[in-house]
């Protein structure tokens, strides 16, 4: 079970900057709730709604993962998922073995994406597009954890997101490990 809580902006900064590329994105005025599983955290931007995660490998039906969140933008429901942009975030801890692919034999139009930072996290990954749709991988390791993000941008259409806007941004910073 999740659990919502009020924040202003990330990390209470009114300022603060993220460089991608030679691009410099303010995220310091990202407003939104915290939203907590029992293992991360993150924050929930204003436009964006948290949506339960079912845990696929639990014994129970409708057992939410804990490791998990997914917030999806300008939409309310599982609905919105197809259609609107998401970004799922999912956290592995250290002991957790992890399935890794070969994204050129996944998906299509793979690019690698040049590495970036936010907070503590180094973040490295790739876009591509799966079953037609535009989507960014992203992942954050270290040895006692790895963070896995995918964002499905949904280039092209009236609401889109991605990963040099501010929200996504702020989400991405604001991880936070909740054990």
Known sequence: MFSISAA????????????IDSEEI?????????????????LCPEGWTSIAVQDATAEEPDTEAT???RFVKGGSDQEALLTNPYINIVYYGPDQEIMQVDP????DNVEN?????TGEYEWNGYSGTSLGVP??????????????VWLYTREGSELS??????????ILKSI???E
């Not at 991988?137 to 040895?143: C, G, V």
Request: charged letters at 20%.
């Open 8 to 19: 202003l902006g990330v990390a209470g900064c009114s300022s603060e900057k993220v460089q």
């Open 26 to 42: 303010d995220i310091g005025n990202v407003a939104g709730e915290s939203v907590e599983t029992e293992e991360i955290s993150a």
């Open 67 to 69: 490791n998990e969140l």
């Open 104 to 107: 050129n034999e996944w998906y």
């Open 113 to 117: 994406l040049q590495s970036f930072t």
């Open 135 to 148: 989507f960014v991988y992203l992942y954050s390791e270290t040895d006692s954890y790895t963070l896995k």
């Open 161 to 170: 997101a991605s990963i040099t806007d501010a929200d996504v941004l702020a």
């Open 176 to 178: 936070a490990f909740t």
